[in-house]
Structures are given as C-alpha cells and as structure tokens.
C-alpha cells in the first residue's frame, strides 16, 4: 500500500506521543481517519490539528482494555467512515519494577492496555476488514522490549513480546486475504507514557515515586521524537514489513539476544545490577 489519500486510517491512543505523529505522518499523505483515546481533551486538540489540514477524522474516548468500548468504536468507524485500510493499534502503558513488587492489579491494568487492546483492536476491526476484499494493513506497536528482555520490566516486556509473536502469528494468516501485519518496535522515544507509568520499586537510594521520576528524566532527554516512530510506521505499511526495529540500539539489542542468549544473560544481568546503583 503506497497511495494514502482518501484511505481511512484507525489509530488507537492517538491523542498525545506516537500516536498523534502516527495519525499526523498519515494525513501528510491524504489520509482520513477513526480517532481514540481516554484522553478526550487530547483527541480534540488532534483533532483540530487534522481540521487545519484538511482531513477528515471522527474521534471517541475509548479505554481499549474494555472489550466492549473497542467494538462500539468499531462499528461507530464503520457508520461514519464506511471502511478501514489501516488499523494501528497504538495504545499503551508503562509498568515497572522487580516481579516481586508488582502487584496482580498491576499486571491485569497494564495486560488490559498493551496486549488485551490490541487483541480487542484485531477482534473486531479485522474480520470486517477481511469483508471488505480489498487488502490492507494492521500496525501493533509493540516495543523493542518485545525482542529484548529487559531487568525490571518483567510486566512491560510480557506484554510487547506478546503483541510482537500475535502480530508475526497473525501476519501468516492476514497474508491470505492481502492484509499485511506489522509490529512495530521502538526503543526509548519521549512520549507521555513515562508520566503515566507504574513504578513498583524502589532501591536503596531512591523511593518508587524517585525511581519514577529519574526514568522520566531519562526518556525526556534521551529518548528519541516520536515522529521518528511514525515515519516508520508509515514505510513499514508501504513496504508490507513484518517486525521493525526502530533505532540502532533496538537492532543492536535484538541481534546480540538472538546470537547469544548466554552472553546476552550475563551482560544484562551486570546491567542490572549497575541500574540498580544508579537509581
């Protein structure tokens, strides 16, 4: 798919970070769009921003961990929009701290937002998008903590590697009906989902909520743009790829883990523990 305009793009958690560049880059190209978000005032602010560039776009508060709020959004999409060509399944959230800590209310908020969501999106968008006849192409934006496994993020990690092994699944079956999958994989980008994440330890120097706050700082200075992301997104979609590895340091990460998983065992063990002192 190299010809946007006119198709109608759905992104998921579109109101603020990679999300709004997703839909921005997309409308860059003449698309028109199927907006969500919990946040309600971000989607309208998105929403403007698409208006002053001429692009048509509907907008709904959805929390994508509600089954039920994701097939409403879905057939509310097709009422108004008549079709789909690209669905991005974008939401997500944030969830840190050693496995000991996390509570099941921590594990069922963030499996609810980052893997149940996507699942939700695909439920119900893609059958109808099968329907349809004409191909077209999923995005799931997982993480490169869905190739590498990352100390501290046992909760964060289990969520994106399942939405990266569903998408790469699920491309082998959407293939039959000329509908591409993507996973999408960046590493660390500044977006607002640090400012949203659950820090569930703490160290000897440092308390949760000071854990937290260094980890924002972190993303704030050396995270990359997310419209780094969104270019991305759209040359994967254009060129039907399966699993993208956004920056260098996720491709680094990800061949050094699939070479040699022992040595990889042991300098992310060291990493750990140096993380550890630092905070």
């Not at 939401?91 to 937002?113: N, P, Q, R, T, Y």
């Not at 996720?250 to 061949?255: A, E, K, P, R, S």
Request: glycine share 10%.
């Amino acid at each position: 798919m190299d010809d946007f305009n006119g198709k109608v793009v759905v992104v998921t958690g579109a109101a603020s970070g990679i999300g709004r560049e997703i839909a921005l880059a997309f409308a860059r190209r003449g698309a028109r769009f199927s907006l969500c978000d919990v946040d309600g005032e971000g989607l309208s602010r998105v929403r403007d921003e698409l208006a002053s560039m001429v692009c048509e776009a509907y907008t709904e508060v959805v929390d994508v961990s509600q089954a039920w709020q994701v097939e409403e959004f879905c057939d509310n999409t097709y009422r108004q929009m008549g079709r789909v060509d690209v669905l991005c399944n974008n939401a997500g959230v944030g969830c840190g701290g050693k496995f000991e800590e996390h509570s099941l209310d921590d594990w069922k908020w963030i499996m609810g937002v980052n893997l149940w969501g996507v699942i939700h999106g695909c439920h119900f968008f893609y059958p109808r998008m099968i329907e349809q006849g004409d191909g077209g192409h999923i995005v799931n934006v997982a993480s490169g903590a869905g190739l590498i496994p990352l100390p501290a993020m046992t909760a964060y990690c289990c969520t994106k590697y399942g939405v990266t092994g569903f998408s790469e699944t699920l491309r082998a079956e959407a293939a039959a009906h000329g509908i591409g999958v993507t996973a999408i994989c960046p590493g660390f980008v500044s977006t607002n989902i640090t400012k949203t994440m659950r820090s569930c330890s703490g160290t000897e120097r440092s308390s949760s909520e000071e854990v937290a706050a260094k980890v924002e700082r972190f993303f704030m200075r050396c995270g990359y743009a997310p419209e780094r992301v969104a270019d991305a997104t759209v040359r994967a979609v254009e060129k039907n790829r399966a699993v993208v590895a956004v920056d260098a340091g996720t491709h680094l990460g990800d061949l050094a883990h699939r070479l040699s998983r022992g040595l990889f065992d042991i300098l992310v063990s060291r990493w750990a523990r140096m993380m550890d002192r630092w905070l």
